[in-house]
């Protein structure tokens, strides 16, 4: 008989698993990034150039210099860690906090405190939509810091302290 694991956190496909990988990654940037100043005015033109993404992505990361970038990282991770009321009360913007608000802005039901009917009867596709969304986003988040360490230690030195 073929045994499952009980551990969700232990199967590679759990959003636990997503989610630890790319707090792993966030958390190995910021312990290579010893002075992020240092990213200011260094393209990304190199992940754009390697990317096999559509015009307005790369348009979009060649706009942003590598600090610009690992800020953003650094603010996803913080809000998965503490949570947007953290940020709230703090009155501080994150990138994810503006994106959540402009969208619940705009998604926000015209009745008093109750989802419509055909949103309740939905729900499961609505879930499943997102977390296949938030896997994605998840995934390339993780590559974009194990890249964004990688490229520091390349072209800050970070690795030749040792030697």
């Known amino acids: 008989m073929m045994q499952i694991s009980t551990d969700p956190a232990s ?8 989610m630890h990988r790319f707090m792993a990654a966030a958390n190995n940037m910021d312990e290579t990034i010893m002075v992020p100043s240092l ?21 979009a990361s060649s706009k942003r210099d590598m600090y610009e970038h690992y800020l953003l990282l650094k603010s996803i991770k913080n809000d998965m860690e503490w949570g947007l009321l953290k940020r709230e009360m703090s009155s501080g913007a994150s990138f994810l906090e503006i994106a959540v608000k402009q969208q619940e802005e705009e998604e926000q039901p015209s009745g008093k405190g109750e989802l419509p009917v055909e949103d309740n009867a939905d729900l499961e596709h609505q879930f499943h939509y997102h977390l296949r969304g938030l896997f994605g986003v998840l995934s390339k988040l993780t590559l974009q ?4 360490t990688n490229r520091y230690k390349r072209e800050i030195g970070g690795g030749n302290f040792m030697r």
């Open 39 to 59: 990213l200011r005015d260094v393209p990304l033109e190199e992940q754009a150039a390697n990317n096999n993404n559509d015009e307005e992505s790369r348009v």
């Open 145 to 148: 810091a194990d890249h964004l």
């Open 11 to 18: 199967n590679k496909h759990s959003l636990l698993n997503v």
